[in-house]
């Protein structure tokens, strides 16, 4: 588990359990593969095959509410999840292959700014997901 992640647990009174290491190193490795999860759970269960996705699920639940983990929608489709970035950006959902991409491009920034000025309104979470067909499949 990271430094930042162990010390966001024990500075709020949360022991550092082995199930939550585990989901927190399988959703840090999958480098920007949006996992569901039940996803997490079965990559979970190659290590601990007792382990269930309700618990999959309180982790999950406890890693966003500390600033850890995001859950997003990028379709009717289940649920993904992602470590938290230190900047917003938008996701590019293609509709053939379903390849997720990241881009880190500012108009998000400039839609929260533009939010707060006009509506007094303090966004504290923005998504903007993308769908279209990628350059492969084009």
């Known amino acids: 588990m990271s430094g930042q992640a162990e010390q966001a647990l024990r500075a709020s009174g949360y022991r550092l359990t082995p199930q939550r290491v585990l989901v927190w190193n399988v959703l ?16 979970v ?3 601990l095959p ?3 996705v309700a ?12 600033g850890l983990a995001k859950e997003i929608r990028l379709d009717d489709g289940p649920a993904k999840w992602e470590v938290t970035h230190d900047h ?13 991409t990241h881009d880190d491009d500012p108009v998000l920034d400039q839609v929260t700014a533009r939010v707060e000025a006009t509506h007094g309104f303090a966004a504290e979470q923005v998504d903007m997901v993308v769908t279209g067909v990628c350059a492969s499949c084009r």
């Open 28 to 43: 840090r490795r999958s480098h920007d593969q949006h996992l569901s999860a039940e996803e997490i759970c079965a990559a």
């Open 88 to 100: 917003e950006h938008h996701h590019m959902v293609c509709r053939v292959c379903g390849s997720i």
């Open 50 to 52: 007792s382990f269930n």
């Open 55 to 66: 618990s999959v699920y309180r982790t999950l639940a406890l890693l966003a509410e500390l």
């Open 45 to 47: 269960q190659q290590t």
